[in-house]
């Protein structure tokens, strides 16, 4: 009988967290989560070596991220971010608008990859 109830505690427990990951809230967190951790990486990067332009960090970035997921290959996230001019050095968004656009990307790629973006 305990098993039992463990069991459905923790698949409730699993549920909750499925939809307030899917709630407007829960992808707000996740987005912020991303942007933080973007803008993060970028000021590392650019802590390393102060001498690499903003578009080359931004690639090297995009690259490295885009090598830990199947599904950015796959929806040509790297085509995406060069189309929206964040790999030119004209055209190169300020670090926090980088973020943002990128984790905006990310999130737009996984919901269309669970299906949820069709």
């Not at 409730?12 to 990486?41: E, W």
């Not at 991220?65 to 996230?77: A, H, M, P, Q």
């Not at 004209?90 to 973020?99: I, K, L, S």
Request: glycine letters at 6%; one cysteine or more.
């Amino acid at each position: 009988m305990e098993v039992l109830l463990i069991v459905l505690a923790v698949i409730a427990a699993g549920t909750a967290v499925v939809y307030f990951m899917n709630s407007p809230m829960g992808m707000q967190l996740v987005r912020k989560k991303t942007v933080s951790t973007i803008l993060n990486d970028v000021n590392a990067m650019q802590g390393s070596a102060p001498e690499t332009p903003l578009h080359e960090i931004y690639y090297a970035l995009a690259e490295e991220r885009t090598n830990k997921s199947k599904w950015l290959i796959e929806f040509e996230y790297l085509h995406m971010l060069r189309d929206a001019g964040c790999f030119d050095p004209r055209t190169a968004p300020q670090p926090e608008q980088f973020a943002k656009l990128m984790a905006s990307v990310e999130e737009k790629i996984r919901l269309q990859a669970s299906g949820v973006g069709k």
